[in-house]
């Protein structure tokens, strides 16, 4: 079982940045992929960035590559998004998920566990 709590989502101006931060309780944490997805008011729930169990490996969606950096620290049992050059378009409830599998993926019905969500909203 793996409990996530997200954190650090807040109102920013466009082209601010943000980090948000995810807490993962359970011994195993270290041999799960992890991911990030995001949902806006009306819109289907949408994959962000995942990476790898060792962190060594790392996906990001087309329209945040080059702005937002996934990692994650084992020792800390930590997932973090650090979200620079913030866009409108950005404005979403954040989540992070856990995987039960050492590989990251795209595919939210993948990650088994999931954290109750952090808000971001940027204005313009």
């Known amino acids: 079982q793996v409990q996530l709590v997200e954190s650090g989502g807040g109102l920013v101006q466009a082209g601010d940045s943000l980090r948000l931060s995810c807490a993962a309780s359970g011994r195993t944490f270290s041999g799960y992929a992890m991911g990030w997805f995001r949902q806006a008011p009306g819109k289907e729930r949408e994959f962000v960035a995942a990476i790898s169990a060792s962190g060594g490996v790392t996906y990001y969606t087309d329209s945040v590559k080059g702005r937002f950096t996934i990692s994650r620290d084992n020792a800390k049992n930590m997932v973090y998004l650090q979200m620079n050059s913030l866009k409108p378009e950005d404005t979403a409830v954040y989540y992070c998920?856990?995987?039960?599998?050492?590989?990251?993926?795209?595919?939210?019905?993948?990650?088994?566990?999931w954290g109750q969500g952090t808000q971001v909203t940027v204005s313009s």
């Open positions: 998920a856990a995987t039960i599998y050492s590989n990251p993926n795209y595919n939210g019905d993948e990650y088994k566990y």
